[in-house]
DNA sequence: ACGTGTGAATTTCTTCACAGCC
DNA sequence: GGCTGTGAAGAAATTCACACGT
C-alpha cells in the first residue's frame, strides 16, 4: 500500500479532477449508497483505472468486489478539498453578474458565504441585495482582516479587474475567483481561477 | 518544416490554451505591435518552448528575431477557433444568472449573439430582458431550426440541467455551455463546457 | 465473481537545446 | 543578437493487467 502523500506533491491535475467527483457523487447519492470505478468512469469521461489511481493518491477508500461508499467517498473528498468546513469570502463588483451571485443560494450550500460584497459606484452603494448590504471598497482592508477572509470573488468589468486583484493580494486574500474576462497578473502564490464563458464558448466552436 | 495537421489530430489540452492566448493578445494588443513566446509564457505562467510548439501545430506564425506581430496572430488564432465569424446561441434559463447574461454585452463584443432566450416560468415569460423577449420552452425547436443554431447555453437550476440538455440535442443542437452545478449525460459527438463557479471554489480551497 | 489498488508499460505532454533566419 | 520552429530528450499522465481481498 501506498502512503498517502504530502500535499504539495501532489499533481495539480488531479486535485482538480476532485470537484467532478464530488458533483456525481451528489448526484449518485440521491438514488443508491455504493458505486464503483467504472461508472463513475463512464459519467466523467474518464477510464476506471485513472479514477482508481487518483483515490489512491490520498488513501483507500474502497472495498474490492463491493466499489465504493458514496457517503464515505464524499467525506474523504470533502476532506481532502478542505471544504469539510466553511469559507468566507468577499464579492467585489456588483453589476448584473454580481447581483446574480448574491442571490445565488448555491455557494453557502457547499460551504462558501459571501460575507461582504463591494463596489464604487454611488448607484449600487448602501442597497441591500440578498441580505448583503453594498459596501464601499475603503471598508474592504478592515473587512478582510476583521474576519480573516482567505477566497475573494471579483465580478467587476474587466478594466478594474486587475487593479482590484492587486489590492486584495495586498489586503491578504490568498485565492481568486474571477469572472472578468481578462488575464491577472499576481504572485505566484495567489491561486487564480478563472471563470470565463468567453473562453469556453471559444474552445467549443473550434469543434463544430 | 511541419505541415499543419488534420484538426482532429490536435490535441485538446492545444485547443484548450487558444482561447487564454487570445485573451492575452487582446491585452496586449492595446499598448504595443508585437510580442514573443517569453512574454506569452511570463503572461500565462507557461514555459515559452510551449507556446511555441502549440503555434506550430497550426503553422509559423513568427518571425526570427522580431517574435510575432500580434494581429496577424489574432486572426489566425480566430480562423482556427473558428471565431473569425458570428455564432447565435439560445439560452436556457433566465433566472439571475440568466438575466446578468442577456444584460452582458461581452459576448456580443467576441461573435456569440443570443438570438433566442427561453424559459417556462409564467413569471418572466413574454417580459423583454436585454431587448430579447423571453419565450416559451414550445417555441424552442422551431427557433434552433429556422436559424440552424447550434450551441446552447443553459443556466436552469440543476434539477433541470438535464433534462433540458436532451431536449436540446433532440433539436440539434452541437454544443453546450452550462451553469447548472450537475454532470450532463450526453452522447459523445456533443461538445459540453461547464462554468461551475462551486468547482473552481472547490478547487483553490485545496491550496488555502 | 467482482472490483480495488498498483507496479509496469505505454502514451502523451513539456522542456531542452540548437540550427537557421531576420 | 534576438527569437522562431523543431527534432530529440525528458517528465508526466494514463492505461494495462493482474494479485489480492471481500
Do not use: C
Amino acid at each position: 500500500m501506498n502512503d498517502p502523500k504530502n500535499r504539495s506533491d501532489i499533481p495539480d491535475i488531479i486535485i482538480a479532477r476532485l470537484p467532478r467527483y464530488l458533483r456525481v457523487l451528489n448526484l449518485l447519492r440521491e438514488s443508491k449508497k455504493t458505486t464503483n470505478s467504472t461508472e463513475l468512469g463512464e459519467m466523467l469521461g474518464y477510464s476506471a483505472a485513472q479514477i482508481r489511481k487518483d483515490f489512491s493518491q490520498f488513501g483507500e477508500f474502497g472495498k474490492q468486489g463491493t466499489g465504493y461508499n458514496i457517503d464515505f467517498l464524499i467525506v474523504k473528498l470533502q476532506e481532502i478539498l478542505q471544504v469539510n468546513r466553511t469559507w468566507d469570502v468577499v464579492l467585489i463588483g456588483i453589476g448584473n453578474l454580481g447581483k446574480a451571485v448574491l442571490n445565488y443560494r448555491g455557494f453557502e450550500k457547499q460551504g462558501f458565504f459571501i460575507r461582504g460584497a463591494f463596489d464604487d459606484d454611488p448607484a449600487v452603494k448602501g442597497q441591500i441585495i440578498g441580505n448583503r448590504p453594498i459596501q464601499d471598497l475603503s471598508n474592504l482592508e478592515s473587512f478582510i482582516k476583521e474576519f480573516d477572509i482567505r477566497i475573494a470573488m471579483i465580478a467587476t468589468p474587466a478594466s478594474e479587474a486587475q487593479a482590484v486583484a492587486d489590492l486584495l493580494v495586498s489586503y491578504g486574500i490568498k485565492a481568486i475567483l474571477t469572472y472578468a474576462s481578462t488575464i491577472l497578473n499576481l504572485p505566484a502564490d495567489i491561486h487564480v481561477e478563472y471563470s470565463d464563458p468567453i473562453v469556453s464558448l471559444q474552445h467549443i466552436a473550434y469543434y463544430l
